[in-house]
């Protein structure tokens, strides 16, 4: 996730696993495993979440650009 600044959905299509496998991974066993890693992570998921309303809201947007090229 850290090399790519990649969001945790990302990360689970990547390693064929749930959101939920990919975040319980990294709040829970990664934390027990690497801190130092662990706190890394933690600072990018925490920008993914204020970004994540923001990349919504471009993906509706160009939803409905694509469905008014369509007409």
């Known amino acids: 996730m850290l090399e790519n600044n990649s969001t945790v959905r990302k990360a689970a299509s990547v ?6 496998t990919v975040h ?3 709040t829970s066993r990664l934390k027990s495993l690497d801190k ?3 706190r890394q992570i933690e600072k990018l998921m925490e920008i ?3 970004e ?3 990349r ?3 993906a509706t947007r160009l939803k409905y650009i694509r469905e ?3 007409d």
Do not use: A, Q, T, W
Request: no cysteine; aromatic share 8%; glycine share 12%.
């Open 15 to 20: 390693f064929g696993v749930s959101k939920s």
């Open 24 to 26: 319980k991974d990294i």
């Open 68 to 70: 008014k090229e369509k």
């Open 36 to 38: 130092p890693l662990y």
């Open 48 to 50: 993914n979440k204020k």
């Open 56 to 58: 919504g809201g471009l």
């Open 52 to 54: 994540r309303h923001i």
